[in-house]
């Protein structure tokens, strides 16, 4: 039993199509892995590489672990190894970063085997230095195997995604998630950690371990209670403006589908599929007082505000015009 199918197990369909390239010797110059936040994907690149670097593989196409060029990937002092990632969580991969690699690519590989650059996120490469990359991968040099990693397939250019072999990685089933996160010793909220993660398992795990559960609660309120004029608009929006922005990208992703619940209960149809079933009376209370079409018109201003978080957007003015739109709708 290879590491991703004890830790992993989801990932054994996507690990057993890997590995097919290495028996079978008909391994892609460039590899695009794709699939949501919080499914492993890394980790999966990772396992890639250390097989395709590994001295002496086992027959299963498993890194054996203990020859010099396993030893160096455990320590993360692989001399034909490359990681090329932003600085900083939400930076860009600037073009000199993607020159110096190109550069050292050049150069043979010190081992026998492969040479492996996995570059994660794929699409915070901006627009120069995906040029600048695509050169080189248009014309890879010898033994080296490109693996591209993104939640976001659609913002890499065509001429990128073009050029290499894809691999999706699908969300687990629910059951699946439930079982795995009991193992990891998460007993309790495991159907709403999952549904706050969309069935993501390692994102689950991330949120029941530093308190998501309790931030959702908390923003809800806030929230609900400004529809009834009970909070200050201005003290909402400087508490969300300082969350961190993994978190706001979670508050954004809340707020659509609490709108959206919302809109799904206007219907009052007995087989409608709500998302936040843990907020199905306040949310029913929200939908008797609320317009429709306002509520569209919200909906499409929330997923506008979730496309332009990350630009230059002032996040304080961002929250502000969330919650007057609220504040308005709720008015009416």
């Known amino acids: 039993m290879n590491d991703i199918q004890q830790s992993l197990p989801w990932l054994q369909t996507s690990w057993t199509q890997l ?35 590994c001295i002496s593989p086992l027959p299963n196409a498993t890194a054996c672990g203990k020859c010099q060029s396993c030893t160096l990937f455990n320590a993360q002092t692989h001399p034909d190894y490359f990681v090329i990632e932003p600085e900083e969580e939400g930076k860009v991969i600037g073009i000199s970063v993607i020159r110096q690699l ?7 590989p010190q081992f026998e085997s492969h040479r492996v650059v996995i570059i994660n996120p794929a699409d915070r490469l901006t627009n120069a230095s995906a040029n600048a990359f695509l050169k080189f991968l248009e014309e890879p040099t010898e033994r080296t195997c490109l693996v ?9 250019p065509a001429t990128i995604t073009s050029r290499c ?9 629910v059951k699946l998630s439930k079982t795995w996160l009991k193992q990891q010793g998460i007993i309790e909220n495991n159907d709403l950690l999952c549904m706050l993660s969309q069935g993501a398992p390692l994102l689950a795990k991330r949120f029941a371990d530093n308190s998501t559960i309790k931030l959702r609660t908390e923003c ?11 909070e200050s608009l201005i003290s909402i929006a400087e508490q969300w403006q300082k969350l961190d922005k993994t978190e706001i990208d979670l508050l954004l992703f809340w707020l659509i589908t609490w709108v959206m619940d919302i809109i799904k209960l206007k219907y009052q149809q007995k087989s409608i599929k ?59």
């Open 19 to 53: 590995s097919n390239y290495i028996i079978q010797n008909r391994l892609p110059q460039a590899l695009l892995i794709t699939g949501k936040k919080g499914l492993g994907k890394l980790k999966l690149a990772e396992v890639f590489a250390q097989t395709l670097l």
């Open 102 to 108: 190109t550069a050292r690519l050049v150069l043979k």
């Open 148 to 156: 591209l990693i993104t939640d976001k397939p659609s913002t890499l």
């Open 165 to 173: 072999q894809q691999l999706h990685i699908s969300v687990p089933d």
């Open 220 to 230: 809800f309120n806030n929230w609900s209670k400004l529809a009834d004029s009970e």
């Open 274 to 332: 709500i998302v936040n079933q843990d907020l199905i009376i306040n949310l029913q209370e929200m939908a008797g007082k609320l317009d429709l079409k306002g509520l569209y018109k919200y909906y499409d201003h929330l997923l506008l505000s979730q496309q332009r978080f990350g630009t230059q957007l002032n996040k304080q003015l961002m929250f502000e015009e969330i919650l007057i739109l609220w504040t308005k709708l709720n008015s009416r």
